[in-house]
């Protein structure tokens, strides 16, 4: 028996759930909006899952459908701004947003209108408001399943807890990779795995995390189920992230809580600006979530505001 799908969500319904501070449910926003082929534009929901947007564009291509992402979602990869299979990010796939802000306001943004709610919505979290609605270039999805490039993988053991993600220029990838397994056994921790990614920049989003190409490194380790452990992992974590950023390497803002201040700063200097513009947009933290309460916490201090108010209105 076929499933029944779920009525979709309309702006005009999220607009009003988050007006009056009432929950909706975010898997109704999974459709197919519109197709412009004269401009080769694509309009979707925030939880379309790129599988039903490749079954849209590309119907019968088994290589799109095939087609791996880090995120099921539209919404969720730009929230984030995750590498997609050609290793871009997310936010180079997209030509607008419509968002409904915290209060409730409907607000369409590009890089030629409303660009700084633009480039804060895009890897911001999902701190600036619900997304509704995003439009992609249709040209550009192609590209990034024509160009779909396997991560190299190398595991040796069976991993235990969240893996580590760290960003390495692509010269330095050796160096690091000599110097992670004496790290591991300084801390007495094996390294179980290790998979290797190739990403290329972007300079849309305020949060950029791509900044330059990187050998994106995701790290297994062997963390032993035994009292204590935590601890350690946690240490290794942080000594495996010194070794990235003094090879001129970072770590992915969006998964690693066991950063330090110190080491956040390093990366994201522009992180306590990011976390004003949340508290100016947002002045009653309608939309909070486990990670803007960890960064609020460990940057403390209240934070300057850059723009003016009406810069995204």
């Known amino acids: 028996m076929t499933a029944t799908r779920s009525i979709p969500l309309s702006a005009l319904e999220l607009s009003a759930a988050l007006r009056d501070g009432r929950p909706y449910d975010a898997a109704r926003l999974d459709r197919v909006l519109r197709v412009d082929e004269h401009y080769g534009l694509v309009e979707v929901q925030a939880s379309t899952p790129w599988r039903a947007i490749a079954a849209s564009l590309r119907p019968g291509d088994p290589r799109a459908a095939g087609t791996q992402t ?37 607000r369409r943004a590009s890089r030629t209108a409303q660009r700084e709610l633009f480039a804060l ?13 995003v439009t992609l270039d249709i040209g550009s999805l192609s590209r990034a399943v024509n160009d779909a490039a396997q991560p190299e993988v190398f595991s040796a053991l069976e991993s235990r807890g969240r893996p580590l993600r760290l960003l ?29 990614r190739n990403t290329a920049p972007e300079r849309d989003s305020f949060l950029c995390w791509a ?38 390497g970072s770590f992915a803002v969006s998964c690693t809580p066991e950063a330090t201040r110190a080491q956040t700063e390093a990366c994201y200097p522009q992180l306590r600006e990011f ?32 723009w003016a108010h009406e810069a995204v209105h």
């Open 70 to 106: 880090t995120m099921s979602t539209v919404g969720d990869s730009l929230a984030h701004n995750a590498a997609g299979p050609d290793g871009r990010p997310a936010v180079l796939h997209v030509e607008s947003i419509a968002l409904v802000t915290p209060a409730g306001e409907l």
């Open 121 to 133: 919505v895009a890897g911001g979290q999902g701190l600036f408001g619900a997304l509704y609605s």
């Open 168 to 196: 390495l220029p692509p010269d330095k990838l050796a160096a690091f990779l000599a110097e992670a397994p004496e790290r591991c056994n300084d801390w007495r921790m094996a390294l179980a795995g290790v998979e290797v």
């Open 211 to 248: 900044r330059r190409d990187y050998a994106a490194v995701t790290l297994h380790l062997a963390e032993p189920a035994v009292l204590g452990a935590a601890v350690r992992a946690t240490q290794l974590r942080r000594s495996l992230i010194d070794a990235a950023i003094a090879q001129g």
């Open 275 to 306: 976390l004003a513009e949340k508290r100016r947009v947002d002045p009653a933290e309608r939309i909070v979530n486990a990670w803007y309460r960890h960064y609020r916490r460990l940057f403390g201090n209240p934070c300057v505001v850059r």
